[in-house]
């Protein structure tokens, strides 16, 4: 069963107030260009906790005397997940009459976990078709992919924050083929990044939601963000080559993890103790490396164990970290990087309500027959007296079974008289309440304009999903003919499109302003450094010499050794221009040093 949301207000066929979404999604997208977008989402629906809850701290036991070893676990956090399914579509076709064949380029899946303490925006998987250079876009322009994922995680971001609760984007990068769109890796103009890449894609993604000014009214309402990164089996000088390249990326991102923070369980030190165990820190969601890993654990020790000193091998953080870098998917060239952001509410201090008087306390069932208004004593029960023991004999079964048969004939049913009237018969569309009623409690928030274009059920969100994992899409002619199908399934043949037009200017480099196409070949030039008698610029001449001659630094010493070494000159070798200054020697002619008196 699906649910639409409201309708648009609408004046002379203009749309009035657009869909949020579609007024974000326009800012980042290149002018002029169309999109189409799908907006799916479910309800919050109540789902298992994310970790594993602890023991109670043995000094906080009712029994103060019970030894550790019977220590009891807590109740679960009460955890509900909301899922979100974004696709965006272009036209499958320069020509204006293919300009209603759509073609999917981009898919995000998100779950958003709420429980009393904290929201939790999880990443689960991301994937495109590459077929989005059937825009043309200038080369250079920023891509349409990172910008709309950005725009929505900061869409969710704004509409899912709660007064004084912590949000966490949460994600794991680990490089595939195709996550959502099954065939397009047989696509060439799919760029598929590798793991190294992906991890720094995500880096940035999630890094804009820190630095951009386009987020920065995202970021006013909270008091801290900072970003995390971990990448097992790399070390930290390793590890910070993924982060970007700005002058705020030191101070915005720290090399490890938040797990301390964001659980609710170290902040009640009173109740769980001061150490909190590895299995109530970390937690596991859908296709998550962790949770396999942690699933292995859980199963190899045993439960009284685990309440009393936790898991036998990883007994720090530290230590499953290092223990995860020797997983399948962390080693043997794999990497899997996990990033958090961390955005910390602003706690304003409440002003001191006055103490609650003990009359207005609600009375414990002690106090509340300790005394009565207007100081009357109380009736009391007279003390039983000792009566005869024959009196509180039992009557016999036979007795009893006799009165209960009166007592059913005495309310027998009433005999139905008159005309039979049909009913119609009703369908059976859901079990239970589908939708919740209530759109805040403290444990979730479902605000209206934060939903999808299409609400659905829980179980027919997994079919819609499951539908788009059966398509094809490794041709263009397959992608078109899986994108209409799924579009049309989805919402039983209704219309659920949010058309968008980019409004965002593309800024490109400057370029020369020389079209004419020639090009300066200059591998045959060569500068070189003219002397001060070098007159062979302006004549345009070149002075050639022979082979085997070789010239060298003239002797500033005119002695008697310079002028017989002259004489001695082979004619066929002296030959030099009237205008020359250098001495030619021949080749085998050899310079000796001029005897000192």
């Excluded at 657009?18 to 002018?31: F, I, Q, R, T, Y």
Aim: aromatic share 8%; charged share 25%.
């Amino acid at each position: 069963m699906a649910m639409s949301s409201p309708p648009q207000a609408r004046d002379n066929d203009r749309v009035v107030n657009p869909h949020p979404l579609v007024a974000e999604l326009a800012k980042v997208l290149p002018k002029d260009r169309r999109f189409t977008a799908y907006h799916l989402s479910t309800p919050p629906i109540i789902t298992e906790p994310l970790c594993h809850p602890p023991a109670y701290n043995s000094a906080s036991d009712s029994k103060p005397e019970t030894p550790s070893k019977d220590r009891r676990a807590t109740k679960p956090l009460k955890t509900y997940c909301e899922k979100h399914f974004l696709a965006i579509s272009i036209g499958a076709g320069k020509e204006e009459a293919q300009s209603e064949k759509r073609v999917l380029v981009l898919a995000l899946e998100i779950y958003i976990y709420t429980t009393s303490f904290s929201t939790i925006i999880f990443v689960s998987k991301a994937d495109s078709t590459g077929y989005l250079n059937l825009l043309d876009l200038p080369k250079g322009s920023p891509s349409p992919i990172r910008e709309v994922t950005a725009c929505f995680l900061a869409f969710l971001v704004a509409n899912r924050r709660r007064p004084a609760k912590q949000l966490v984007v949460n994600l794991f990068a680990r490089s595939q083929s195709q996550y959502l769109f099954p065939g397009s890796v047989k696509n060439s103009g799919k760029h598929i990044l590798d793991d190294r890449g992906l991890v720094r894609w995500w880096c940035k993604v999630l890094n804009s939601l820190l630095e951009d000014d386009e987020y920065s009214d995202v970021r006013r309402p909270w008091d801290d963000l900072h970003g995390y990164l971990i990448v097992p089996g790399l070390d930290n000088y390793e590890t910070r080559a993924f982060l970007p390249r700005t002058g705020a990326a030191a101070a915005n991102w720290t090399l490890g993890h938040p797990l301390e923070k964001m659980s609710p369980y170290t902040k009640d030190p009173g109740t769980f103790g001061n150490i909190i165990h590895p299995r109530s820190l970390i937690p596991t969601y859908p296709d998550d490396p962790k949770a396999r890993f942690i699933e292995e654990l859980e199963e190899s020790t045993p439960e009284k164990a685990k309440l009393i000193s936790g898991w036998r091998s990883p007994r720090t953080l530290d230590q499953f970290w290092e223990m995860m870098s020797f997983r399948q998917e962390c080693s043997s060239g794999r990497l899997t990087g996990f990033i958090w952001v961390v955005f910390e509410p602003r706690i304003t201090p409440k002003p001191g309500s006055p103490a609650v008087s003990s009359s207005t306390a609600i009375p414990t069932p002690n106090a509340s027959f300790s005394a009565t208004p207007g100081g009357t004593t109380p009736p009391t029960t007279p003390p039983p007296s000792r009566r005869n023991n024959a009196s509180l004999v039992t009557p016999p079964r036979s007795a009893v079974r006799g009165t209960k048969k009166l007592r059913q004939k005495g309310k027998g049913k009433k005999a139905l008289k008159g005309p039979i009237i049909t009913r119609k018969p009703q369908i059976k569309t859901h079990q239970g309440p589908q939708f919740p009623k209530v759109t805040e409690t403290p444990y979730y928030f479902w605000p209206e304009h934060g939903r999808g274009q299409v609400v659905l059920s829980d179980n027919a969100y997994k079919r819609a999903v499951e539908l788009l994992l059966h398509l094809e899409f490794g041709t263009l002619e397959q992608a078109i003919a899986s994108t209409a199908r799924w579009t049309k399934d989805v919402n039983m043949g209704e219309n659920w499109t949010l058309e968008i037009t980019g409004t965002r200017e593309t800024t490109m480099p400057a370029t020369s302003s020389d079209t004419s196409g020639t090009v300066n070949n200059l591998s045959g030039m060569a500068r070189r450094k003219r002397g001060p008698d070098d007159t062979a610029s302006s004549t345009g001449t070149v002075n050639l010499l022979g082979g085997g001659l070789v010239r060298k630094k003239a002797k500033l010493d005119t002695g008697t050794t310079t002028e017989q070494s002259a004489l001695n000159l082979d004619k066929n070798h002296s030959v030099a221009k009237p205008n020359s200054d250098v001495n030619v020697l021949g080749a085998g002619l050899i310079r000796k040093k001029p005897k000192t008196p």
